[in-house]
């Protein structure tokens, strides 16, 4: 019997709370593939530039937040996991995965991703981690803001995810909830409009000219999987792989 692994690259793009990083692993899982979400990585620069004691608001402080940038994108400074079922954000040698999910990161990374040179340091880095697992012969679902338009211009695949503003921040509350965050759906929703005027001044979302838009809104995660799984299915991206040990 044969199983169904992802070949190329899957791009999902969308606002916060869309349910993006939930099913971007649950699919990378369902076929196979490696996973990487972006913003865990401007998180992580974000994480480091607060912790260098620079102020990220300040517009004099640009080129320090560059310099923090390139140091964190080179190789070895900053190794994201790209296992489903286990990712993993390793700053310095630290795992700062429960850090960069911090209040004072989330109101700062705006500011940190609106420098020019942290998108172009991100952004190659982003591409290296791309290129790594495609030329290894495995697939890769990758999320975040800007990856059908710029981090994976090529990608077999491209959906843009949407969801209404409510069910946005609703989502977005259980999450913070769940990961013992304190979290209210008023004060959430705050944050959610918030964080949209900040990052549509940065770059604004749009989805790329050949992105499937999918409206989650209605959707569980599982029934958002199922969509996706029948997307890559006709795009002919599963190719089936022998199961160790049969012949």
Do not use: C, F, W
């Not at 190329?8 to 993006?20: C, E, F, H, I």
């Not at 998108?119 to 059908?148: F, K, P, S, Y």
């Not at 994976?152 to 969801?163: H, I, R």
């Amino acid at each position: 019997m044969a199983r169904r692994q992802l070949r190329g690259v899957v791009a999902l793009d969308g606002p916060s709370g869309t349910g993006k990083s939930t099913v971007a692993r649950r699919l990378a899982s369902a076929v196979g593939a490696r996973y990487l979400d972006t913003g865990a990585m401007y998180r992580s620069v974000t994480l480091a530039v607060l912790r260098s004691d620079i102020d990220p608001a300040d517009p004099a402080a640009a080129t320090a937040v560059a310099d923090v940038a390139r140091t964190v994108a080179e190789p070895g400074a900053l190794a994201m996991g790209t296992d489903p079922s286990g990712p993993t954000v390793v700053l310095a040698g630290v795992d700062v995965a429960a850090d960069i999910r911090e209040p004072e990161v989330t109101a700062a990374v705006s500011a940190v991703a609106s420098v020019p040179a942290v998108r172009t340091a991100l952004i190659a880095a982003q591409q290296r981690i791309i290129a790594h697992a495609v030329n290894g012969g495995l697939g890769m679902v990758v999320e975040g803001r800007d990856i059908g338009t710029v981090v994976a211009p090529d990608a077999e695949l491209k959906v843009y995810l949407t969801a209404s503003a409510d069910a946005r921040a609703r989502r977005r509350s259980r999450q913070d909830v769940a990961a013992g965050r304190a979290s209210t759906v008023d004060g959430t929703r705050s944050d959610v409009d918030r964080r949209d005027r900040l990052d549509n001044r940065t770059t604004p979302l749009r989805p790329a000219a050949d992105a499937i838009e999918l409206d989650t809104t209605e959707l569980d995660a599982h029934g958002v999987v199922r969509r996706l799984l029948s997307m890559v299915d006709s795009r002919g991206m599963l190719v089936a792989e022998a199961v160790a040990g049969e012949r």
